[in-house]
Every structure is written in structure tokens, then in C-alpha cells.
């Protein structure tokens, strides 16, 4: 099942449809989520989806639940505010509250990262970018999202920092300490992987932000300007 799924999609005979309206909602953080998503990308399919937008992505509410010995995900949509009597802004504010709690927030460094998926790789301190994800490395691209995150990513790595989603798995955070050919090189080797090698489900955007610890602010990044100050650098 595809992770857009959407709770209004699923059959009302189904199993997952009725453990999931027959969820105690004073008991669902272990199950509720959220996911980022593209906006323009799954605009018709929002409409029908509780949704916060979050420059050019969405924060969505999932459900994870067991299938035999796996586990999938599910976007939730207004059908289940019916079922359980919410309006569409608690469910999501439910799920933002929760998802730290269902999937923890895992940030680590490029060189772990890639040993985590090839345990033959050799991590290289030249180049000490950091990956976001959760503990699954699952839809984790979401976690720049739990509250407070910003800043405890601040905390972590010591500066104000770029924020380039490689896809809705994770995202690549770069210190601001790098120069602008470092910054840049980063931001299109991810579109150049994000251009040839994802699915239309795992891409995420082609944008990059930048958080300031000073204002506690994310900005969106024109990668275009940063190109021209290379230039004369």
C-alpha cells in the first residue's frame, strides 16, 4: 500500500478501517505520526487530508500499524475526524504532539549514516554534513517538525544551518561554516540523486531552507543567489 493511502480510500470492511476507528483516541500515540509531502505535488489529494503547510511541503497525519511481521503507514484524512468527532486541526495537532513519541528523532552524522546503510563504508571527517531521519529511517524527513527540533539540531551541531530535503525519508543538514561552493555542491548532488533515481512517493522538493538561531526562523533559500555569491568567492 502506498504511503498516500488515504484513511477516506480504504475499504470500511477492512480490518485497518475499523482498528483504527475503534482506536481509544486518549490512546493513539503509539500509532500517530506525520509524514512531509510535496503541496503542489499532492494538492487534489489535500483536499480531502488534514494538512499544515510548511513552505512548499505539507505536514500530514499518518497511522502506523502492523501487517503481520511488518509495519506500514497510512495518511489519515477528514473521514477519521468524523469517525472520532474532531475537527480536522486537532487531529493534526494530535499527531504533531505524538510523533516524537511514535518515532524518535535521529540526527547523525553523514559518516554514520552511510555506514548504517553499508557497513563497509568508511565515514570521512572531511565532510561532516548530518542526516535527519527518525529512528526507522522512515518517512523521517518529518521529524524537522517535532517540537523543537529547530534548535535542538541547533544545539547539536553548533550553527545556524541549510536545510536540503534529499526525500521523505531524510533530509541533508549542512553548517553554515561551509563555504558556498560546499553548500551548493551538497544542494545539486541531492537534485541530481532526487532527478534520476526517486519515485514520485519518495520525492520531497527541490527547495532549500536555512534555519537562524538568532530569529528561530527557517527561511527559503534561492539557491540561484547563492550560485552569483559563489561566483565571485
Known sequence: ????????????????????????????????????????MNAEALMTIPHQRFFDLAIVPSWKYKNGLSEEIIILSNNLCDAWEISADELLKMAIKYAPESSTFWLMEMGEYLSKIDPDTQGSDECPFYILSNKEMDYGASALCYEGALEDIYREIGYNYYIIPANVHHMLLVPD?????????????????????????EYLSNRMYYYDHSTRDVIMVDHNNLFYKSDVL
Open 177 to 201: 561554516i561551509f563555504s558556498i561552493n560546499h553548500i551548493l555542491y551538497a544542494y545539486y548532488s541531492v537534485n541530481q540523486v532526487n532527478l534520476c533515481t526517486l519515485s514520485m512517493e
Open 1 to 40: 500500500m502506498s504511503y498516500l493511502e488515504n484513511f477516506e480510500k480504504l475499504n470500511k470492511d477492512c480490518w485497518i478501517y475499523k482498528d483504527i476507528v475503534s482506536a481509544d483516541i486518549s490512546n493513539v500515540r503509539k500509532s500517530l505520526g506525520i509524514i512531509l509531502i510535496n503541496y503542489d
